[in-house]
């Protein structure tokens, strides 16, 4: 009768370690996947914050172009902005680009192409980087897995 008694004990104690391994496992792969979630959102948000500052500066430019007497309404805000923040919106690239699905890194380089030729066009940059910004969002979205605003 002991012996039948222990048995069922150590069957018990190997039960339970086989759930605790297997409920570790789970929750660690839980874990390193929300944490890898949190570093693409953080990664899409760095991308779509430098564009929204080169459509500000290019906004701005448009404006002071068309009415230089509100230069100063705009505060510091100025078209001789946009290389640094090309440099920074190639820098946030090259560093987050391996977070990124294929399509966002695409519209990153094609933005990059496109960009530098109609940088001295004011309105045609601001629209390239307004059209960025929308399909930057949408693919975001998608796959980020997060509800759309539609």
């Given at each position: 009768?002991?012996?039948?008694?222990?048995?069922?004990?150590?069957?018990?104690?190997a039960?339970?370690?086989?759930?605790?391994?297997?409920?570790?496992?789970?929750?660690?792969?839980?874990?390193?996947?929300?944490?890898?979630?949190?570093k693409?959102?953080?990664?899409?948000?760095?991308?779509?914050?430098?564009?929204?500052?080169?459509?500000?500066?290019?906004?701005?430019?448009?404006?002071?172009?068309?009415?230089?007497?509100?230069?100063?309404?705009?505060?510091?805000?100025?078209?001789?902005?946009?290389?640094?923040?090309?440099?920074?919106f190639?820098?946030?690239?090259?560093?987050c680009?391996?977070l990124?699905?294929?399509?966002?890194?695409?519209?990153?380089?094609?933005?990059?192409?496109?960009?530098?030729?109609?940088?001295?066009?004011?309105?045609?940059?601001?629209?390239?980087?307004?059209?960025?910004?929308?399909?930057?969002?949408?693919?975001?979205?998608?796959?980020?897995?997060?509800?759309?605003?539609?």
């Amino acid at each position: 009768m002991p012996e039948h008694w222990m048995a069922q004990a150590v069957f018990g104690a190997a039960i339970g370690l086989v759930t605790a391994l297997i409920s570790v496992r789970i929750a660690l792969h839980r874990f390193y996947r929300e944490k890898w979630w949190e570093k693409r959102l953080e990664a899409y948000s760095k991308l779509i914050e430098v564009l929204s500052e080169m459509d500000i500066v290019l906004t701005v430019a448009k404006a002071k172009e068309r009415n230089p007497q509100i230069a100063d309404a705009f505060g510091s805000h100025s078209v001789d902005e946009m290389p640094a923040l090309m440099i920074r919106f190639r820098q946030v690239h090259a560093f987050c680009g391996l977070l990124m699905s294929k399509a966002m890194n695409q519209l990153a380089q094609d933005l990059s192409k496109a960009l530098p030729a109609s940088a001295l066009d004011f309105e045609a940059a601001r629209r390239t980087v307004s059209e960025a910004i929308i399909r930057a969002n949408e693919i975001a979205r998608k796959d980020l897995r997060l509800p759309s605003l539609t």
